[in-house]
C-alpha cells in the first residue's frame, strides 16, 4: 500500500512538473542558452557537502542542505555527460522534496505560470510585414550580435521539431533556410557548405545504403 501511495505521489509531482515545462515552453518558446558551469564552482561544491555532512551529524539535516549540495555539483561540471547526470540528480531531490510537502500539506493543485507572459523569437525577414498586411502590429527589433548564433541555434530546434512532428518534406526548406543562416554566421557561403557536405560523403559515405550500426560501446560514435 506504502509503494503504491508512494508511485502515485510520484506521478502527481512528475504531472506537475510537465505542466510547467510545457507552460514554460508556451511562454518562452525553445531557449538555448550556454550552461555556465564549471570548475569555477569546484569550492562551492566541496563548501555544500561539507555543510550537508555536517548538518546530518548534528541532526540537524534538512532538504535545503542535501538540494544545494547536488545543484552545487552540477555547477561544477562542464562535461555535458557528467553535468546531465548531476542535473537529473538534483531534479530528484527536488521533486523527492515536492513529494514531502505534499504529504504535509496535502498536496494543493499546481498553477502553472501563464498570465501576461510574452516570448521571443527569430523569424524570417519579411514576417513584420505580413502580420501588418493581415492587420497585426507586430512588434519586432533586430537581434544584437551576441544573442544572433543563439536564436538560430534555438530556431533550428524549432524548425527540426516542425518537421518530426508533422512529417512534412516542406518543413526541410525552413530546416535549411536556418542552416545557411547559421553558415553565413561562420563565414561559409550555400557553395562553402556543399563542399563540407560533398567531402565528408566521399570520406563516410551518405545514407543511401540505410545502415543502421549496433554499438556494443556507449562511447562510440559515428
Not at 11 to 38: C, I, K, M, P, Y
Not at 141 to 158: C, F, I, M, N, V
Not at 161 to 167: K, L, M, S
Request: charged share 30%; proline share 4%; with cysteine.
Amino acid at each position: 500500500m506504502e509503494n503504491d501511495e508512494t508511485a502515485a505521489s510520484l506521478q502527481r509531482v512528475l504531472d506537475d512538473v510537465a505542466a510547467e515545462r510545457a507552460a514554460q515552453d508556451r511562454l518562452w518558446g525553445v531557449q538555448e542558452f550556454s550552461d555556465g558551469t564549471g570548475a569555477a564552482y569546484a569550492p562551492r561544491a566541496r563548501e555544500a557537502k561539507e555543510e550537508c555532512a555536517a548538518a546530518a551529524q548534528r541532526g540537524e539535516l534538512t532538504w535545503r542542505h542535501i538540494l544545494a549540495e547536488e545543484f552545487f555539483e552540477a555547477l561544477a561540471e562542464s562535461d555535458a555527460v557528467h553535468l546531465r547526470t548531476e542535473l537529473v540528480q538534483t531534479a530528484a531531490v527536488a521533486v523527492k522534496w515536492i513529494q514531502s510537502l505534499d504529504r504535509r500539506a496535502g498536496m494543493p493543485p499546481h498553477r502553472t505560470k501563464e498570465a501576461g507572459g510574452s516570448f521571443e523569437k527569430l523569424v524570417r525577414d519579411r514576417i513584420p510585414e505580413i502580420i501588418q498586411k493581415h492587420g497585426g502590429v507586430p512588434r519586432a527589433r533586430t537581434a544584437r550580435d551576441g544573442e544572433y548564433g543563439a536564436l538560430l541555434r534555438t530556431k533550428l530546434y524549432e524548425e527540426v521539431g516542425e518537421y518530426v512532428a508533422a512529417g512534412d518534406p516542406s518543413e526541410l526548406a525552413d530546416i535549411l533556410e536556418v542552416v545557411h543562416a547559421l553558415a553565413a554566421l561562420h563565414g561559409l557561403t550555400p557553395a562553402d557548405l556543399e563542399r563540407l557536405r560533398a567531402g565528408k560523403a566521399v570520406e563516410r559515405g551518405g545514407f543511401t545504403r540505410r545502415l543502421v550500426l549496433t554499438l556494443g560501446d556507449p562511447a562510440e560514435s559515428t
